[in-house]
């Protein structure tokens, strides 16, 4: 009968569907001498995702039985007078080691426990109660260093995105951003306010391996929740009402709120495609400018260092080649019947229009909505520019407010452009005009003049014509690739499309520029097309 190989300290959480491979032991693979510090920084290895065991205080000796028995032994051994807490793990139980070793003064172990290498990277001291696959009775300090080293640098690691070989740094970084994940998550206790189409996504997003999401039928039954299990409400906040909000402030239930990523998926929203990419903000939310934000905190106060910046750099680089928008990927070089030809010698200015009851709009428009008084105040602002006027694709579609007449539009507008992609459109162009579109962010990226009527998120800090109210609290002035380190890398959550994990910007906008963006819910489409013409003939 053939043994299973044993668990590499290094490992992924249990995440729903198939096991998630990122490493197998392979000896004579050498590895990096601060491997130990790598992995003890990050806080990774075992079960590190497990719940905390929430000590009241750090345990002077350690006991990790291997029964109860073992337990009543090794207790009666140790000196009267010393604080000692008898950890036994059941098969089915798990604890995070991380949050028992921190602090502890000494661990009693067996030489097969993967507690014994995670003490040692932790630096805690160890005594050893039988040889085993980290160590033995007999080794010394050095040995069962050289162990744990061993434990992690004797395997072969591989991303789970791609399935190839990739490196132990690598490997951690992973583990460290699913552990900064999954205890975030832990604050939430409940979820209200989400659709049925995105339910299966949001999830994954917001997933703990103790127990599935709950999702709440109304306001009081999610504060209900919220307060039986100590923890928050994850809203979206178009879908709750005033009153989930005031209660929730009045009873003192944080609110955590759930909107799209900026990156979000290969179709809109409105036909029902789930998001590949959402925030998920303890603060506020980046969209209102009227009070803080956990962006605001990014970029106010992160530190953007080499190695960052230059992510955010070629992440820029990758979304401008690919021709990647929000709800778009199509090819850097758009076709010409679908980008008109520009006149020659005059400068040419979009005006994106937005839905005009967007929650964006009513917090961040200074009181403006109407796209076609944007319009009006562009041309007023540009009497010698061509403006181009880029209808929202969302309220073309029948299933959202803003629409423009076309005749009232060409009274401002020198061109109305539909169809195609965004990135397309801000390839040809040489400023933009927004209230709080997402599209001067865009146009950012690809190096455009940018003014913005409103106050949205990249407003006032440096990079943009501001005439909307900039709240005082944005005071650093950023570089360009600064802001795309806050708003890409730091702030939103993304899925790998593919394999359904928690992943980093750049595999979702590999997926996108590759087309391996799947719609689970593709079926839904059509349905939605002909639902938002017979909306638009009814209005």
Not at 232 to 250: C, D, F, M, N, T
Not at 436 to 463: K, N
């Amino acid at each position: 009968m053939t043994l299973p190989a044993p668990a590499p300290i290094l490992r992924a959480p249990p995440f729903p569907g198939a096991p998630v491979h990122i490493s197998v032991d392979l000896a004579g693979v050498s590895s990096t001498t601060d491997a130990l510090a790598l992995v003890r920084k990050a806080r990774v290895g075992g079960t590190f995702w497990a719940e905390p065991a929430r000590l009241d205080k750090p345990a002077t000796v350690l006991i990790r039985p291997a029964s109860a028995l073992d337990a009543e032994n090794l207790a009666a051994t140790l000196d009267a007078g010393i604080t000692a807490v008898a950890l036994w793990i059941a098969p089915s139980q798990s604890v995070d080691p991380w949050s028992v070793l921190e602090g502890a003064g000494r661990l009693i172990v067996h030489g097969d426990d993967e507690w014994l290498a995670l003490a040692r990277i932790a630096g805690v001291e160890t005594q050893v109660l039988s040889s085993g696959r980290f160590g033995g009775p007999e080794d010394d300090d050095a040995t069962l260093d050289g162990n744990a080293f061993q434990a992690i640098a004797n395997a072969a690691y591989f991303d789970p995105f791609t399935g190839k070989p990739t490196t132990l740094e690598a490997t951690v970084e992973l583990l460290a951003e699913w552990r900064r994940l999954i205890a975030a998550n832990r604050q939430i206790a409940v979820a209200a306010g989400m659709a049925w189409w995105k339910r299966e996504e949001i999830r994954r997003f917001l997933w703990v391996p103790e127990m599935p999401l709950r999702f709440a039928r109304n306001g009081t039954q999610a504060l209900a929740i919220a307060r039986k299990h100590g923890g928050g409400v994850a809203i979206w906040p178009s879908r709750v009402s005033p009153g989930l909000i005031a209660q929730a402030r009045e009873q003192r239930t944080p609110l955590v709120r759930v909107e799209d990523g900026f990156v979000r998926s290969v179709g809109l929203g409105s036909n029902l495609v789930p998001p590949s990419s959402v925030v998920v903000d303890h603060a506020g939310i980046h969209f209102d400018p009227r009070d803080p934000s956990d962006l605001e905190t990014y970029l106010n106060g992160a530190c953007f260092n080499p190695r960052l910046l230059e992510r955010a750099r070629t992440l820029r680089e990758t979304i401008v080649k690919a021709g990647i928008s929000k709800y778009h990927v199509g090819t850097g070089a758009a076709p010409a019947q679908d980008v008109p030809q520009r006149q020659p010698d005059r400068r040419l200015v979009l005006v994106p229009a937005q839905v005009e009851d967007d929650m964006s709009v009513l917090a961040g428009g200074g009181g403006l909505q109407s796209n076609l008084e944007l319009l009006r105040r562009v041309r007023a602002m540009e009497p010698d520019a061509e403006i181009w006027f880029r209808p929202h694709p969302d309220v073309d579609a029948g299933h959202r407010k803003g629409a423009v007449a076309d005749d009232a539009a060409l009274q401002f507008a020198d061109r109305i452009v539909r169809g195609g992609g965004m990135a397309a459109l801000l390839d040809r162009v040489d400023a933009v005009h927004v209230l709080t579109s997402l599209t001067g962010f865009e146009a950012l990226m690809r190096g455009r003049e940018v003014t913005c009527h409103g106050t949205p998120f990249y407003a006032g800090w440096g990079l943009t014509r501001d005439l909307g109210e900039v709240p005082e609290r944005r005071q650093r002035r950023l570089s360009l690739d600064e802001l795309v380190a806050g708003v890409l890398i730091l702030y939103p959550r993304y899925l790998d499309p593919v394999t359904g994990l928690p992943c980093p910007p750049e595999v979702l906008v590999a997926r996108m520029a590759q087309a391996r963006a799947p719609n689970r819910l593709g079926w839904v489409a059509p349905i939605r097309k002909w639902q938002g013409r017979l909306m638009a003939m009814l209005r």
